[in-house]
């Protein structure tokens, strides 16, 4: 009778345990979903456009402005950080206004938007001198979009509103991604990356076209495509994939993935080196010195005195430069240094350089 009690009381005791295990197992998915969701509110609410601000100081919306892009004749910059400030005071840091600044000066035929995607207000709070620099050039625009009127009236917002994007392991990097993408097939012209240098005019590079970032990937950060015709067909074939193939755990299968795997179909191979425009319908991907002579793993030789020449010399035919900012955006550089970034901002962005104080 003893041993039987000692048994039951055993088996009581691992099934405590076991209930112990059970419910702490439980509270903790609870809380990661909890916090999951608690993440996914504050991503949507940071873009959301419902703001007790005064709407006279608010930046034009791009699609009820007066003034709209030109069809071929627009570059596109998109700000989707959410954290020029917590008052959403327009606020640019000193890269990103040099990315804007080259495009404008060396382009003053084309119009530059720079569209931010949370709501952006204009004060004397944003009177510093790197804004001013910009606002300087005739041909730039600072406008706002909402994702979803932006997104309204297009192929891909159905799956917007699904919000699958919100709750991406990466997601303030995605919605970069989506926008480009929906720019493109909106209005046309060319989307560049914030963390670029323009050395050329784009105005003599014929439409429809992208750059190599190696010898498999087409990489995202310079793209160009028509607003008819087969560019806007090519950008539709984007906005498809993009959400077909959607992986919110992989941080560049939806942004250079996409259109690697839209041109791997439309040229019918997976060589960037050889589409071309006659093997793929008029549209051409550009070799690696054209926009990303400098590879990602060798972000640092931008800013190192070592390696100044030797950069300059790899970019020195290069229409744009990528300066990768998702590896080098931590890394000063005091203004005057001889580093390449240095001495290519004070040339192609010469105001902003001249005023973003002792370090760029």
Known sequence: MLLTINRCFHKIQQYRYRFIFCVLISISLLSILLNNIKRQDDI?????????????????????????????????????????????ILSL????????????LSNPNFDIFVLF????????????PIIESLLSYP????????????????????????????????ALSHISDFLRYLTLWRWGGTYLDLDV????SLENVPSNYAGAESDTFIAAGVMNFDATGFGHEI????????QMHFDGNDWGNNGPGVITRVLN???????????????????HVY?????????????????????????????????????????????????????????LAEQFCPKVYSSCGEFF
């Not at 995607?117 to 510093?128: G, L």
């Open 117 to 128: 995607a949370s709501p952006t207000f204009f004060n004397n709070e944003s009177s510093q």
């Open 235 to 242: 950008a539709e074939l984007c906005l498809r994939d993009f």
């Open 265 to 283: 179909q439309v040229c019918k191979t997976k060589s960037p080196i050889v589409m071309t425009r006659d093997r793929c319908f008029g549209f």
């Open 287 to 343: 070799s690696k010195e054209a926009f990303y002579a400098v590879r990602w793993t060798n972000w640092s030789h931008f800013f190192e005195e070592a390696y100044l020449e030797n950069t300059l010399l790899k970019t020195k035919d290069s229409i744009v430069i990528h300066v990768w900012n998702k590896h080098s955006k931590n890394k000063l550089i005091k203004v005057g240094s001889n580093v390449a970034y240095g001495k």
């Open 44 to 88: 949507r609410n940071c873009f959301s456009h419902s703001n007790k601000k005064t709407e006279s100081s608010k930046l034009d919306d791009i699609l009820l402005s007066n003034r709209k892009p030109q069809p071929g004749k627009s570059i596109f910059f998109h700000e989707t950080s959410c954290s020029s400030s917590s008052e959403n």
């Open 197 to 200: 240098i323009v050395k050329k």
């Open 93 to 104: 840091n000193a890269r990103q206004a040099c990315a804007i600044e080259s495009a404008a």
């Open 139 to 170: 041909n730039v625009y600072m406008r706002n979009l909402n994702l979803w009127t932006y997104a309204a009236d297009t192929p891909i917002y159905d799956w917007l509103i699904n919000e699958e994007l919100f709750s991406s392991k990466y």
